[in-house]
């Protein structure tokens, strides 16, 4: 059967249903599964092929485990003559492959050769810090990358290397687990028959304790060998089951067998690296001791098994040993097929990598050794910067002529050290440029303005040079290239690569506008992003701001940054970015619309163009809150407070009220543990004191009501002495804001005022702090991580937020940043600088207060935060029942293609090449290897959720016609509602904020490849580039049939259960992500049907 | 300690003890069309210990010597209960009967902690194990393992841990086994995030109905937290969590520290011990255990009073009108807001 009929034949299965299919599709499109389910169910009843068919492909749809008794049901009801049952068939056996049915597969057995490690695998894995998920095949790579990261250490007295206390204790360990191997003998059982005995001694001597009290129920194991002990309880040796065998004197039995770990192609291979003379030791004391080694081992554990093997075979391991930190970094990329190296851009750049390399790439093995051997790095960073692109990008980079002109850049004329050298990859900003790069339909390089503002920034250089060399050749740029080679050149130097900052958050502002931004305004914001810089994600939230209102933006913030008293700058600094921080909260989730966008914030920063009074600035503020208020369509008579917080949870539909309600409430919570004073209560108070300057009268009550509220206003925390606070050489403490409003004492003041008009109209500038406070927390809220302990703790926190710095940095327009950990005396962490990263900042703050519920675990900095604010930013209010389920459809559509590449050869390599679009070549190679061996469940394992969103969307354009419901589903969707269903929507919907790689918190789905660790960045773009949480909560939640509005509450908790549950080995540990993500889900579905059985089961 | 329920139901639900609250506050659309009503009911455990002017533990008193006053406001008792004896419920004529809660009289609730949530302490120890502790780590292991195996019978125990991330070692459990192996199972860490973790763990004992306190077992540095100890003092005094503090460090060498685990422990009713030696930390721990088994727990639902700030609390013994006693309790709480 031709794979296009088999299409066909599903589409015409649900078409020739007796039941009403459109009914079906009306509910499903509303939301309502449950409904449709049962008129399908009730429908399938009839035992008619059609009805069962439509019931099954439902289910199926829908990831229901009933979907193979539904086909099994239909297969039963055809005719043995039926064309459909072929298709059936199939269907069920992608679904027993694909693990949604049938029976488990077995467990995969690594062919490689292995060596014994003393003792537990668990043990050991604690030692050395590494998961206890990691499969064996991964153990030896994973204590690799831990001994060349933490496994040595600078010797102070001399250049060697000297083991850190991380190795000592894996040595100490082994040591120990190796005595009570030989106490557990031949049999590798640790047998204690009874309490008195010297097999107990024997142990407990090995174990560093001894017994207190005779034997008996008073036993109890102490201490007596410091060192020995803490590798006891350190390695989780079972110290309590052995004390309770000896109270009860019942015998105790433990499996003290060595572990069987495979070693990537043998022991015999690395031992044969060995220096000659070297003492004879076991494998893993000799692995241990040599890092070179070890990093050699992670470098060709990276490479694809074809590939490394060419490599093995043509390469003396001691000449590899010497490239080996080239291979941890960029091996991943290398792929030699059929003996040639496969090169980025082939074939019309084979003649550049020849020119460059110095080898063609028709010989594998000498073309990468060439490679390696280059330059210390900097060429094989290049090829793998240009391998992780495709399209035109890639293209462009490979041209020959380019290629060499650009690499000539960045190699410079010494090359050591290369970027390879450090602990992080060093090639960062090069990386970086080559991905975000963006070409015009003409195929040239997009430069923000024009070429002229580029070579002035060089040549006149706002805050000194760059490069000398660069000042001088700028003045002879002609075309783009220039430009690029420039910034290729300074990619290669460890400081700080302004220009590339500047240069690609600039294309990031003009790829989202629908007019790019004027030469002259591109010229003010080059030269003023070295203080303005982390605002300018600001202007992404809207695509049709005006080049003007950039400009007053920028006007604004000079203004404001000129006011010398601190204080005042920092109510205007305050009190403006938080109302442009509501603006772009407001343009984000579709509350402004794009139309509106720009007046609204042209109004706001009207109020902010000079300095003002303390009471021009209330005024400033309240206009502020009214423009937004007015493009936000608020009725006159609204409650400011009230309607605040619903903008900031977003506009719900009425079916989302619960949730809605709840998000409200967590916001008000925030709020109250703030002590902020409402909206309404200002406007009440200023609208009064206005009525009294015109003869009305005090609002005594009203007064009264504030004044309590600012009696709960606590002191600042000041328990730093005096000298300690000038140690910190700060020169503008926050206490002093706090401490201010504490001192106002309301009715005092509007006693002494009197009836003057004029004073009494004055007095509302009390109030800016105050105003000040309440829009900042409002930007805090909205933003609050799952928790918030620091906000519900600390009720000064945002009030502490410091828009000054410390004396001599001006951080008022700088990002935020978190201030303050871990000082015992102090009042807590804060936020400090300006509020354009307040959602990372605020995530970064929160983070280690998240559980880990794996023994040993530990939060993942640089990467959680990101996951939160994953979670946080974007809302989903607005997505509908079928956009759920159109990107859980492509999901599965993926997965379908994955399965359909193992029961069926001819699909696989194209299959395959779509999935080496994002996986490296090992990973993509070994899910190949895999689906041929009809493993369908381990390469699916491998598969991250958005790569099979991509999968399916890519398989979707080709002519692959992969056999189930889905494709068929998705174009009947993609057809009803074009502007809903498609690539960009579902990026809207689903996409993550990327602050660092898009210069923009609007979520967005990018189609890049995982990125790995970075130098100046660590797990930082490696989180931005995951783009896979999202997408699978959104399959979930087709899944469980959870309306879309519930993920604005459950995103954030499920991302919280997820955190908790990652064990990472190291900063690169994606796969530990991947596993957590799916512990998550597979919790969520078990509960799910089992609260859904007990129901069926009341009914 | 102050429990709190809130729950959203309807106005027809019987207020059991506390005010009813209209929620104002989410005014959305949504929330307009079905306004939210909230029920607080609000119930105060306030425990202490009572020394006489030599510092012995004066024990013996009955609900009657005892006066409690909330901002100067004295208030009913409604339960009393001295050291692991079982809590009775103070009757309106003032007599006194042994606790019955509803769960107990309701059998089929098959809830059997709630049964005895009152009898005895529930204990959270705190163990640091950051890099700080990797010298006497062990030892320290040892010293809570002994400690946890001498609790009273009627106690709970619970063992977390804590480096840069806190640990459920063991959950709130009576089995003592349980309790060690948890503690035994113990990874050393990297950085301290003491106050983190602090506020962590009285988070999760606040949940638990009953008298607890919470044990914290460091040497002190902190370079990982996010919350000021003060903060974290507010909320076990507003909770009515008493603090012991065990610092494994002398006093004199981290001044600081010291200066706060003194500040969070007296002021939550606890007590600060410096023992650096291993048999100093078995002595501190032994002290602990007799304040528990020495102390009183009273439980009053407070009488109205518009404070809405920090509210006083002062037990006054009628069997002393010289005022020789001596009583360590917390100063007061915030009662909790609701909107």
């Known amino acids: 059967m031709k794979p296009r009929f088999l299409l066909v034949c599903f589409a015409c299965l649900s078409a020739m249903a007796a039941v009403d299919l459109r009914q079906v599709q009306t509910l499903e499109s509303k939301g309502a599964v449950a409904e449709a389910r049962a008129l399908l169910r009730s429908g399938a009843t009839s035992g008619s092929p059609d009805d069962l068919a439509a019931y099954a492909e439902f289910l199926d749809r829908r990831r229901d485990p009933e979907a193979r008794p539904a086909y099994d049901a239909l297969l039963k009801a055809l005719p043995a003559s039926s064309p459909r049952r072929a298709t059936t068939e199939r269907r069920i056996k992608m679904l027993e492959l694909a693990g949604r049915s049938g029976p488990s597969a077995p467990a995969r057995q690594s062919e490689w050769p292995t060596v014994n490690i003393p003792g537990p695998l668990r043990s050991f894995n604690r030692m050395a810090a590494l998961s206890p998920d990691l499969p064996p095949e991964d153990l030896f790579g994973a204590l690799a990358r831990n001994v060349v990261t933490n496994g040595y250490q600078a010797a102070s007295s001399n250049e060697a290397l000297e083991q850190t206390e991380y190795l000592k204790l894996v040595v100490r360990y082994l040591s120990q687990a190796r005595e009570l191997e030989k106490l557990a003998g031949p049999s590798g059982m640790i047998r204690i028959e009874q309490c008195e005995s010297t097999q107990t001694a024997d142990l407990l001597k090995v174990l560093g304790y001894r017994m207190r009290g005779g034997c008996g129920a008073e036993v109890v194991l102490e201490t007596v060998n410091a060192t020995r002990a803490f590798l006891t309880v350190d390695s989780g040796f079972p110290l309590s089951p052995l004390e309770q065998a000896l109270r009860t004197n019942r015998p105790f039995e433990l499996n003290y067998a060595p572990t069987k770990v495979p070693v990537l192609y043998g022991p015999e291979y690395w031992q044969s690296a060995r220096d000659k003379g070297a003492a004879e030791t076991s494998f893993v004391d000799f692995f241990l001791s040599d890092p070179a080694l070890c990093r050699l081992y992670l470098g060709l554990s990276k490479l694809d098994p074809e590939t490394a093997d060419e490599l093995k075979k043509g390469i003396p391991v001691a000449r590899l040993k010497a490239f080996s930190h080239i291979l941890d970094f960029f091996g991943g990329m290398f792929q030699i097929r059929g003996g040639k190296a496969i090169v980025p851009g082939a074939p019309r750049s084979i003649p550049g990598w020849t020119d460059l390399a110095g080898a063609s790439p028709d010989n594998g093995v000498q073309f990468i050794e060439k490679l390696i051997n280059r330059d210390d790095g900097w060429l094989a960073s290049y090829f793998d910067s240009a391998a992780r692109i495709h399209g035109r990008e890639q293209e462009f980079l490979t041209d020959s002529a380019r290629m060499k002109r650009y690499y000539t850049a960045i190699r410079g004329r010494i090359t050591s050290p290369g970027p390879a050298r450090p602990v992080f990859r060093a090639n960062t900003d090069m990386l970086l440029l080559a991905t975000r790069l963006r070409l015009e339909p003409s195929g040239v390089p997009h430069i923000p303005g024009n070429i002229d503002i580029w070579k002035n920034l060089f040549v006149n250089h706002p805050h000194g040079k760059y490069d000398g060399k660069l000042t001088k050749t700028a003045a002879n740029w002609k075309e783009p290239d220039d430009l690029l080679e420039a910034l290729f050149a300074l990619s290669r130097k460890a400081v700080e690569n302004e220009p590339l900052k500047i240069f690609m958050a600039l294309s990031d502002l003009n790829r989202r506008r629908s007019k790019p931004l004027e030469p002259a305004t591109v010229d003010r914001l080059a030269r003023e992003y070295r203080s303005l810089g982390s605002q300018y994600s600001i202007f992404s939230e809207a695509p049709d701001l005006k080049d003007k209102t950039i400009l007053a933006f920028l006007d604004s913030a000079t203004a404001i940054t000129k006011i010398g008293d601190q204080g005042v700058r920092a109510d205007h600094a305050g009190m403006m970015q938080s109302l442009v921080g509501l603006w772009q909260i407001f343009c984000r989730q579709g509350l402004i619309s794009p139309g509106d966008a720009d007046a609204t914030l042209d109004q706001i920063l009207q109020g902010f163009s000079k300095p003002r009074t303390s009471r021009e600035l209330f005024d400033a503020g309240r206009a502020g809150v009214t423009a937004l208020f007015k493009a936000t369509k608020t009725s006159d008579g609204a409650d400011p407070q009230e309607r605040m917080l619903d903008l900031l949870s977003g506009e719900a539909q009425i079916t989302d009220a619960d949730a809605h309600t709840q998000v409200v409430q967590d916001m008000i919570r925030i709020f109250e543990a703030q002590h902020l004073i409402s909206l309404k209560t200002l406007w009440d108070l200023a609208d009064n004191l206005e009525g009294a300057a015109k003869g009305g009268k005090i609002n005594v009550p009203l007064v009264t009501k504030l004044s309590t509220r600012i009696q709960e206003i606590q002191p600042a925390r000041i328990a730093l002495s005096g000298a300690e606070k000038n140690a910190m050489a700060f020169g503008y403490w926050t206490e002093k804001h706090i401490d201010n409003q504490r001192k106002v004492n309301f009715r005092a003041v509007f006693e002494k005022l009197g009836n003057d008009p004029e004073k009494l109209r004055d007095a509302r500038g009390l109030l800016a702090q105050f105003l000040r406070d309440t829009l900042v927390g409002y930007n805090y809220i909205h933003y609050a991580p799952p928790g918030a302990q620091i906000l519900i703790t600390n009720p000064l926190f945002v009030r502490s937020h410091d828009f000054i710095g410390a004396q001599g940095s001006v951080q008022t327009w700088k990002s935020t940043e978190v201030f303050g950990t871990g000082w015992p005396s102090s009042a807590g962490g804060r936020l400090v600088g300006s509020l354009a990263n307040v959602p990372y900042a605020l995530a970064e703050a929160e983070q280690n207060f998240l559980i880990p519920t794996r023994e040993q675990a530990l939060i993942w900095g640089d990467l959680v935060p990101q996951m939160i604010v994953s979670a946080k930013v974007p809302r989903f209010w607005q997505v509908t029942p079928s956009q759920l389920h159109y990107a859980a459809l492509l999901q599965r559509l993926g997965e379908s293609a994955v399965a359909f590449a193992a029961v069926d050869a001819q699909a696989r390599p194209a299959v395959v090449e779509i999935i080496s679009r994002q996986a490296p070549p090992a990973r993509a190679r070994r899910i190949e290897t895999l689906l041929a061996a009809s493993d369908v469940r381990s390469a699916l394992d491998l598969l991250l959720p958005s790569e099979a969103y991509l999968l399916g969307a890519r398989v979707l354009a080709t002519d692959l016609v992969v056999p189930g419901p889905e494709a068929a589903e998705i174009k009947r969707l993609a057809a009803a509602d074009p502007a809903k269903h498609n690539y960009v929507a579902i990026s809207q919907a689903f996409g993550t904020p990327k602050p660092t790689l898009a210069n923009s918190y609007r979520p967005t789905l990018m189609d890049l490849r995982t990125f790995p660790t970075l130098m100046g960045y660590s797990s930082r773009i490696l989180a931005e580039s995951w783009e896979s949480s999202t997408l699978y909560y959104a399959a979930l939640a087709d899944e469980l049939d959870v309306p879309p509005g519930q993920l604005n509450v459950n995103v954030p908790i499920w991302t919280q259960k997820t955190v908790e549950a990652i064990f990472a080995t190291h900063l690169e540990d994606w796969p530990a992500l991947l596993r957590s993500l799916r512990i998550v889900g597979d919790n969520l579905r078990t509960t799910a049907r089992k609260s859904a059985g007990q129901r069926a089961a009341v009914q | ?339």
């Open chain 2, 1 to 339: 300690m102050k429990i709190t329920r809130r729950s959203a139901v309807s106005l027809s639900v019987p207020v059991l003890g506390g005010g009813v609250v209209l929620v104002g506050g989410p005014a959305a659309l949504l929330a307009q069309e079905r306004p939210t009503f909230r029920v607080k009911v609000d119930m105060v455990v306030h425990s202490f210990t009572i020394t006489d002017a030599k510092g012995r533990y004066v024990n013996g008193l009955k609900h009657t010597d005892i006066r409690i006053l909330e901002d100067g406001i004295q208030q009913k008792i409604a339960t009393f209960a001295e050291g692991n004896k079982p809590p009775l419920q103070v009757l309106d004529d003032g007599s006194t009967r042994p606790i019955l809660t509803p769960e107990s009289q309701n059998p089929a609730s098959g809830d059997q902690r709630s049964t005895d949530a009152f009898v005895g302490t529930n204990v959270f120890v705190l163990f640091d194990t950051s890099n700080y502790m990797y010298r006497g780590f062990v030892y320290a292991s040892d010293a809570i393992a002994d400690f946890v195996r001498g609790l009273d019978r009627a106690d709970s125990v619970a063992v977390y841990t804590f480096s840069r991330n806190l640990t459920r070692a063991a959950d709130l459990s009576k089995d003592r086994a349980d309790a060690i192996a948890g503690l035994r199972k113990a990874v050393a860490g990297d950085d301290s995030a003491l106050y983190n973790a602090l506020l962590l763990t009285l988070r999760d004992a606040a949940k638990v109905p009953g008298r607890k306190v919470v044990i914290v077992f460091s040497n002190g540095p902190d370079n990982g937290s996010m919350v000021a100890p003060d903060d974290v003092r507010a909320v076990a005094e507003d909770e009515g969590i008493p603090i012991y503090v065990i610092s494994t460090s002398e006093v004199s060498k981290d001044a600081i520290s010291s200066g706060v685990f003194r500040r969070i422990s007296g002021r939550t009713g606890g007590k600060a011990y410096f023992a650096k030696t291993w048999q100093k930390q078995v002595e501190a721990f032994e002290s602990i255990r007799e304040d528990l088994g020495n102390s009183y727990t009273v439980t009053y639902y407070p009488a109205s009073n518009p404070n809405e700030g920090f509210r006083k609390i002062a037990v006054e013994i009628a069997t002393d009108p010289g005022k020789k006693f001596r009583v360590r309790a917390r100063p007061g709480y915030r009662p909790s807001r609701s909107f």
